[in-house]
Nanobody, 123 residues
Framework: QVQLVESGGGLVQAGDSLRLSCAAS????????MGWFRQAPGKEREFVAA????????IYADSVKGRLPISRDNAKNTVYLQMNTLKPEDTAVYLC????????????????WGQGTQVTVSS
C-alpha cells in the first residue's frame, strides 16, 4: 500500500508560480512511475504530467507542456510539479498518483492516489 500526500497549493494571481509536492509513504518509491492529474469543478479528471521511476522519461499534456515541469527525488520519496506562468484555467484540485507500470497518461492505470491540493489562479 502506498499513501500519497500532496502539498503546496494555494491562491495565486495569473503569471505567478507554485511548486506542488507529493510525498509517498513507501520504501519502494523508486519502482513507481508517478503522475500528476487535475480536476476542475464540474469537469473530468485530466492528465497533466508523468515521469518514470528514474525520471528519465516524461510525458505532458499539450496544454501544460513547457510550463509545468515534473520531477522527482527518490531519496526523499517525493515528486514535484513546478507550476510556472499560471493561468486562470489552471485552477483545479491537483492529485498525484503512482503506478508500478510504465509511465502513462491514462487515469485507470494508476493504482494509488492522493487526496489532492487546491490551486486557484485569479485573473
Amino acid at each position: 500500500q502506498v499513501q500519497l500526500v500532496e502539498s503546496g497549493g494555494g491562491l495565486v494571481q495569473a503569471g505567478d508560480s507554485l511548486r506542488l509536492s507529493c510525498a509517498a509513504s513507501t520504501r519502494t518509491f523508486s519502482v513507481y512511475s508517478m503522475g500528476w492529474f487535475r480536476q476542475a469543478p464540474g469537469k473530468e479528471r485530466e492528465f497533466v504530467a508523468a515521469l518514470s521511476w528514474s525520471g528519465g522519461n516524461t510525458i505532458y499534456a499539450d496544454s501544460v507542456k513547457g510550463r509545468l515541469p515534473i520531477s522527482r527525488d527518490n531519496a526523499k520519496n517525493t515528486v514535484y510539479l513546478q507550476m510556472n506562468t499560471l493561468k486562470p484555467e489552471d485552477t483545479a484540485v491537483y492529485l498525484c498518483a503512482a503506478t508500478r507500470g510504465w509511465v502513462v497518461s491514462t487515469t485507470s492505470r494508476y493504482e494509488y492516489w492522493g487526496q489532492g491540493t487546491q490551486v486557484t489562479v485569479s485573473s
